[in-house]
Every structure is written in structure tokens, then in C-alpha cells.
């Protein structure tokens, strides 16, 4: 799943890029307000957490600005400003959850988690499709209730195929949502992937559409 990060200080930003990149997340980072807001026009993120106090516009008018465009983009909102008026400002503006600093990496995963479900219907708690069950709390994936151990990479493509099962999924569309486009990847990565994932939950489970993608069968 692909998040945004809007955060001016360096050093937390890439705090937060390491621990989500290490949870299974593709996350893209933007350092102002200006850029944030260009971002989440133009791509296509399951999340943003956005810092308030921002150079060139601030988090308020950021996310004011996406829902007057109607663009539900679930926002959580972090800032130092912990007064419950600051607090009220921030979702009355639009922003779904907001978090203080200091903050607890886990209780930020659980927000996290918890606003993703929240935004579409299809993330449940637990995803399951045929006998295949995948607990994004636990990261904790099993087949026919045996335990299926993955790598983050492998663990992140199911993710995206179980929330998309059924559907005709195009490698570029799986390029853009589990691998970081700031990265160099390989052009046969979904590839090599999808042949990884195959040997561990059957291979009859993903189908190769021709010239289309791929299809996780329900």
C-alpha cells in the first residue's frame, strides 16, 4: 500500500520512511505543503499523514484544499500543537485522525491501520479469500490455517492482490503500490515475485492474464 508522508523535519521523515518502508508500505515523502498538496492530487495513495506546521502552506489549508476538490484521501494529521482547539481545527478541516507529538510509533501504526480500514470498504481487519487469510495486524498470513511465512516483498504483493482479488491486476499498477518508485527496480521484479509467491500458496491461486496482469483467484 502506497502512503504519504508530508513532514518538513528531516530526520522524523526519514524515521517514518524507514519504520512503514520495514511494515510492508510504499512510502513517497514531500517537505512542503506546496509539494504535499501537488502529490496527493496527482497520486495514488491509500494514506497521507500530514504534518501541520509546513513551510510554503500549512497542513490546515493542504487538507481544506483536497476535500473543497473532493479528494477523500484519508489524512492523518500530525502536530506539536496538542490543545483540544488545535485538535478540533484539524478534523473539522477534514483531517480523518490526528496524532501529537511526541508520539508513539505504535500507537501511529495502529491509527494507521485503523484509518485505512475506516476509508474503504475493502480493508477489513482480517482479509480472507478461498483459504487464504491475511491478519495486517499481526502480519500474519496462512493457507488452509497453516502458517505461510513471507518476506516483506512477498507479504506486501498479497496484501495488494487480496484486496484486489478477482481483479485483473496490470504489472505496473503492482510497480506502483509495492515497489518504491524512488528505487531503481528491475523491469522483471513483479515478475520474479509473483514466481516467489506462486511455490507458497499455490500456484493455482495466481493466474497470469496475457498481456493484461494478474489474477488472484477467490
Known amino acids: 500500500m502506497r502512503l504519504l508522508v508530508v513532514e518538513d523535519e528531516t530526520r522524523l521523515a526519514a524515521a517514518l520512511r524507514r519504520g512503514l518502508s520495514a511494515e510492508g508500505f510504499v512510502v513517497d515523502v514531500a517537505g512542503t ?64 485522525d490526528y496524532l501529537t507529538k511526541p508520539f508513539s510509533y505504535v500507537v501511529l501504526l ?60 496490470s504489472k505496473t499498477e503492482l510497480l506502483d503500490h509495492v515497489w518504491d518508485a524512488s528505487v531503481d527496480t528491475a523491469p522483471n521484479a513483479v515478475e520474479v515475485y509473483v514466481g516467489y509467491l506462486r511455490r507458497k500458496i499455490g500456484r493455482e491461486r495466481l493466474e497470469t492474464v496475457r498481456g493484461a496482469g494478474y489474477r488472484l483467484a477467490t
Not at 489549508?61 to 484539524?90: I, N
Not at 499481526?138 to 512477498?154: A, G, N, P
Open 110 to 169: 495502529a491509527r494507521l491501520r485503523a484509518l485505512l480500514r475506516r476509508g474503504a470498504p475493502r480493508r477489513p481487519a482480517v482479509l480472507t479469500v478461498g483459504d487464504l487469510r491475511l491478519d495486517p495486524a499481526r502480519r500474519r498470513v496462512t493457507r488452509d490455517d497453516v502458517e505461510v511465512v513471507l518476506t516483506s516483498r512477498e507479504y506486501a504483493l498479497l496484501d495488494y492482490l487480496m484486496r484486489r482479488a478477482g481483479e485483473v491486476v
Open 33 to 96: 505543503g506546496p509539494q504535499g498538496l501537488d502529490a496527493a492530487r496527482h497520486g495514488e495513495y491509500d494514506a497521507m499523514i500530514l504534518d501541520v506546521m509546513l513551510p510554503g502552506l500549512s497542513g490546515y489549508e493542504v487538507v481544506r484544499r483536497l476535500r473543497a476538490e473532493r479528494r477523500w484521501l484519508p489524512v492523518l494529521m500530525l502536530s506539536a500543537k496538542d490543545g483540544e482547539y488545535d485538535q478540533a481545527d484539524g478534523l473539522d478541516c477534514g483531517a480523518d
